[in-house]
Each structure stands twice: as C-alpha cells, then as structure tokens.
C-alpha cells in the first residue's frame, strides 16, 4: 500500500485495545495467586493456596467432569447427526431439500434462554427431571445446525465424482459412506465436534435451567461467585482457561494448521 | 449400470429432522400455547386467555425492562463497531501481514476464557476496591472511588470487551477481501487517505458492519449472564425478568409469553437487516 498512516498512531492503537481485550484476563491470572482472601489489590505476595483450594473442591472438580462428559456426548451425537443429514441432502436431493435445510439450521437464530425455557416447560409438562441428560439433550439441540452446516457447506461438486465413482465400481450405500466420503470429510467432522465442545463446555443459561444437583462447570462457577469475589474463582477460572487453549491448539494443529496432503 | 432408485441416503437426514422437531420445534410451539395459559396455586392451568399479554403491557416495570434491553442493546452495538472498526481497519490496511496474523491472534486468544468467568473478571477490575478504582486513587485523579461495578455502564463494559474481540473478526475478514486495485485507482485519482476511507472502504465493508452488527443484537438482547453479574439488580433487563419469573415464581406462562416477545424483536431486526445479511448463502 503506497498510503500509509506513520506508524506511531497505529502502534498505539493496536497497543491500547490489547490492553483493553487483555485487562481482564490478566487481573483474573494474577489475582489466582492471591495469598489474602480478596482478588482486589494489594497483591499479599504470591501463593498457590487458592489452586489447591480449587481443586480439593469436590463439587467443582466433579462439575468439571460433568462438563466433560456433557460436551463430549452432546457434542458427537451433533456431529453424527449433522453429518447424516449433510451427507443424505448431499446425495439425493430431496424436493423439500431446501425446506429440510431451513428447519435444520433454524435453532441458531433463537436465543440460548429460549431453548432452555422451552425444553424446560415441555420436560415439565412431560414428568421429566432435570438432569445432566436434559442438559446434553439442549446442547445437542444448539450444536446440531452448526454441524450441519459447517459439513454441508464442505460437501462440494469434487466429492459427487468421487462418490458416484465408489458406487460404481459396487461400494454399498454404507461402504461408500464410511470408507469414502468421512475419511475426506474428518477435517471438517473434527471441526464440528470440537467447535460443539467449546460451545457446550462454555454454555450457561441452558445449563442452569435444565440441571439440579449435578451442574456443569459454569453453572457451579457462578454458585462460588455468588458467595462474593474470591480467588477461589480466579484459580478455577485460570485452569479453565488453560484447559480450553489447550483443547483449542489441539484442535486447529488437527485441522487448519494440518500439513496440506497433495491431492 | 441400474442404481436402486431409492437408496439409503434418503433416510440419512430423519435423525436430525426428528431431533429438530421434538427438542426445538416442539417446545416452540408448547411455548406458544403456555404462553396463553396461566399459573394458579394448584399449577399451570391451560384457560386459553391473553391475561399475560394485557398483564405485561399494564406493568411498568416489566416494560422498563424492554426498553432497558432494546436500549443497552443498541449503546453495546453502536460501541461495539465503533471500537472494533478503526482495529480492523488499521489490522487490515496498515500493518504487514506478518504482523496481522500475530496481533488477530492475540486478540482471538481471550475468547477462551470462559464465558461465566469473563464477566467475573470485569467485576475485579471495576468493583469500588478493585484495580482500575485503586489505581486512580493512588494518582490523586479521584478522591473517592468511583462506582461502575452493578451498574447499566459495567453491564455495557462487558458486553462491548467481549464484542469488540467478535466484531474485529468479522471486520477484518470483510475488509481483507477488499481489492487493493480500487484503493489505487482511488488513489491515483488524487483521493485523500481519508476519502478513500470514507467514499471506497466504509461503503464497501458495510455488509461486514451489518453481520457484526446483527450478531450483537441478537446476541446482547437475549443474554442473562452478563447484565445479572455486572449489572447486579440495580436495572432489570429482559432476559433477567424472564428468568425472575421462572426462578421466583415458577411463572411458565408469563415466562413463554416474554420470551415469544424476544424473539419477535429479534425476528423484527433480521427484518431489517436482511438485505445486508445474505443468511440463505447458508
């Protein structure tokens, strides 16, 4: 670009909003070192007494896994599901393909609080408890319209060659589905689950409403919070954090960052 | 060679389609129909009146709490842009590419703080003994701290940290895709920096801005977390009377029937924006 803005502004532009993305985080890691019993300054000198708080905490390490478990489940029946109706609206078009594609996607345009309340009232009106499966089940209800269409948007012309070539050459139904088209397709199946995960991992409102005595991390997060500010909360907020880079470098090192295969 | 004229694939989309239906359509239409019952003692009784609706249109305070959303909504959207515009601007038009990909990446590297803790970490920052009061004090700028923590300006900070990282994004991912060519035909027709800014950039980027800018309506308008942590109870916004109703009184009717009008609102807005939204590329 022959134009240019001297440098000096610009520097101090991208300078003060990293500042401002960055201030909470920052307050939140240094403040989980905390030895007093307050995440306000002054700093009392550093100490892991809150890390060890956190974690010998039963009811936040089990939320913890609840988390897990509700994440990974809702999150690959997601997938599978997102995948199969891809797959089934990319191999025959049906004449209501269109209408199918609508009503797939359409839970995206609703709130959170509005899925919960409606899953709510209906396992309500049904008899049913709240429970962690109540909660997966609106998770899956969140996550399946992204799938969908991550997959569906990925389904392009190049594979319905490929597709009609395996037919052709006498793979079944089931055999050219599962040894053709999600062998190419697992970057973006792997995609979709681990962007359902995030999402499910960090989802609250659903969770709080269809949950009773086994919570999810965020919902119990908000009960320790609820008892006023502690560095309890910065401790597990910090390893939350953590945990949720990490799963993210995982992630893209799988797919984006994945060495390009030559065709 | 003679394919089976109905294969299997036909059946492959009935999973979602029936999930779909039982576990978003359903409840849906359930709403619908509580939203026209109402709660007795004895429970929720199906007498078919439109008793909630008169009833929320003659509570003041159940309308401040409309008016709350619809107008935290629009201050958060309007900074929003505002912020994360001049960003992505500079990202995209002054910075190398080397460059570009380190700071998008350390502007993105936050979303992976949890949603729940974000908020939580606003409040130690704000909060009357927290760092940026204790800070200010300690220069002599301000004598007695100043009060944000639990009020309508926390609740805006945080919505506007958190959009300002999403909006970057899809701003900049607009504004890359712009043709360097225009900028030079621009340009070699004697504009200014700042025409080509104003007439060539902004005209061109304002699909991005309409993206961005729906997503944060709908998505600020209907969330519970980030008013009821950094906006304490001071001011009710929609979505935390919907749940009051559903936590303090087991109000399913009233509850459907505000949560019918969110979506209304939400549906009112995709109205206008449309045109600028291109949803059925989809």
């Known amino acids: 670009m022959t134009f240019r803005i001297s440098a ?41 007494k ?48 269109d209408a199918i594609r609508v009503l797939l996607i359409s839970p995206i345009a609703v709130s959170y609080l509005i899925v919960g309340l409606g899953l709510m009232i209906v396992f309500n009106l049904a008899g049913i408890g709240r429970s962690l499966v109540a909660v997966g089940i609106g998770h899956v209800v ?31 139904d089931f055999a050219t589905m599962s040894r053709i088209i999600v062998p190419v397709m697992l970057p973006s199946v ?22 009773r005595f086994e919570v999810t991390l965020p919902v119990m997060i908000f009960e320790l919070m609820r008892a006023g500010l ?30 390009e295969r030559k065709p | 060679m003679n394919r089976k004229p109905v294969d299997a694939a036909q059946w492959l989309a009935w999973p979602a389609i029936l999930y779909t239906l039982a576990f978003f359509v359903l409840p849906l239409a359930v709403m619908v129909c509580v939203s026209f019952w109402v709660r ?34 629009l201050i958060t959207t309007a900074l929003s842009v505002v912020l994360a515009y001049p960003f992505a601007y500079v990202l995209a038009f002054h910075v190398s590419p080397k460059w570009q990909k380190l700071v998008l990446l350390a502007a993105v590297l936050p979303f992976w703080t949890s949603y729940v803790v ?40 945080g919505f506007v940290h958190f ?56 998505i600020t308008i209907g969330d519970y977390i980030t008013p009821q942590i950094l906006g304490g109870n001071t001011e009710v916004l929609l979505p935390q009377a919907i749940m009051l109703q559903i936590v303090r009184s087991a109000n399913f009717p009233m509850a459907s029937m505000m949560s019918l009008l969110l979506m209304l609102l939400i549906l009112a807005v995709y109205g206008l924006f449309h045109r600028h939204l291109k949803m059925d590329r989809l």
């Open chain 1, 8 to 48: 000096i502004p610009v520097g101090l532009l991208i300078a003060a909003m990293l500042c401002f993305i960055y201030l909470p985080v920052v307050v939140l890691i240094l403040f989980s070192f905390q030895s007093g019993d307050l995440p306000v300054p002054p700093i009392d000198g550093p100490s892991l």
């Open chain 2, 40 to 73: 007795r003692s004895s429970g929720l009784e199906a007498d078919w009146t439109i008793d909630n609706y008169v009833k929320f249109f003659s509570r003041p305070y159940l309308i401040t709490a409309l008016l709350n959303s619809i107008e935290v909504t």
């Open chain 1, 142 to 172: 969140i996550n399946l319209p992204l799938c969908f269409a991550i997959i569906y948007s990925q389904l392009g012309d190049h594979l319905r060659n490929i597709d009609n070539a395996a037919r052709d050459l006498g793979a079944g």
């Open chain 2, 118 to 157: 974000r908020s939580y970490s606003w409040l130690l920052v704000i909060s009357d003994n927290g760092i940026l009061n204790s800070f200010l004090l300690w220069t002599g700028l301000i004598a007695t701290p100043i009060k944000i923590a639990y009020t309508r300006a926390a609740t805006v900070l």
């Open chain 1, 190 to 211: 792997i995609a979709s689950f681990c962007l359902s995960f995030t999402l499910s991992w960090d989802e609250f409102i659903i969770a709080l409403l269809l949950s």
């Open chain 2, 163 to 218: 959009f300002v990282l999403l909006l970057t994004l899809t701003l900049y991912a607009n504004l890359v895709q712009i043709s360097p060519s225009y900028l030079k035909a621009a340009e070699d027709l004697g504009a200014s920096r700042w025409s080509v800014l104003w007439r060539i950039i902004l005209p061109l980027s304002i699909p991005g801005i309409a993206v961005g800018a729906f997503l944060t309506f709908v």
């Open chain 1, 230 to 259: 502690t560095p309890e909360v910065n401790a597990a907020g910090t390893i939350i954090f953590c945990i949720s880079i990490i799963t993210a470098v995982v992630a893209a090192s799988l797919t984006i960052l994945r060495p």
């Open chain 1, 50 to 97: 809150w890390y060890v708080k956190a974690l010998s905490n039963d009811r936040l390490t089990g939320s913890l896994i609840n988390s897990i478990l509700v994440g990974a489940v809702s999150s690959a029946a997601a997938t599978v599901m997102g995948f199969l109706a891809a797959y089934g609206l990319f191999r025959r078009r049906p004449a209501s393909a």
